[in-house]
């Protein structure tokens, strides 16, 4: 098993998340917008339809895993695989990747190890998660600035325990692309068609959001009231 010295500390692969709590909507885009935002990746994103793209927002509470109890906010977008070029039809957009363009954290551990591991573009913020309730809610501020505040209500339970192989992440840092093998297993998951709410702040993201269209109608929502997870060595893309 490969290990890695973080702080001072032995971290090995897969790193493991245990407990986590995941809250996330999944909303269509402008594709040239999109397309401008992740431009530095040299990735294209996939689009759903003709001229849509699809950007993804979740909020994450880590209780227990290798990396400790942190709180993270992503923004995200559905991506093609390398290498592919052309249309891509609805078929194929289960090979689909996952790309991320921004990964605030509020702790300095992760936010070293997640550089270090897998290139994922983690910055320090202040994430203030309320999960007490069916609704769920992040206020999401770096700086001193509001980036933006996100609700997600409560949507219909999905049964039982469910093993997801989810679509490949694929992360960009110095000048590298890189891809990370991760898989989740969802316990208490429920999902609605909508189902959440963002108000934008004044920060410089929150401008590349409403560039994008948001805030909108989301395609649909998620909460997963507990996760594990396992992220594998990330690979040159």
Partial sequence: MAT?????????????????EICGAFYPVRADAARAVIAYSGLDVAEILPGKAVCVLLFVDYRDGDL????????????????VSGPMKAADLSRAGVFVHWLPVDQQFTLEAGRTLWGFPKELADIELRLGS?????????????VLDMLVRPGVP?????VVKPLEAYTHRE???RRVPWSVRARRARVRPGGALIRLGNHPI???L???????????????????????AARQA
Avoid: W
């Fill in 158 to 162: 999905v049964p039982g325990a469910t």
């Fill in 134 to 146: 069916p609704y769920k809610r992040c206020v999401l501020r770096k700086d001193g600035r509001l």
């Fill in 175 to 177: 000048g590298v692309t």
């Fill in 206 to 208: 929150a401008k590349e």
């Fill in 68 to 83: 400790d109890a942190y709180h993270e906010f992503g923004m995200a977008f559905l991506v093609r695989p390398p290498g």
């Fill in 210 to 232: 409403s560039e994008l269209g948001l805030p909108k109608r989301a395609l649909f929502s998620v909460n997963v009231a507990r996760a594990e997870m396992l992220f594998g």
């Fill in 4 to 20: 890695h010295l973080i702080q001072g500390r032995a971290v090995g692969m897969p790193v493991r998340v245990r407990d986590a």
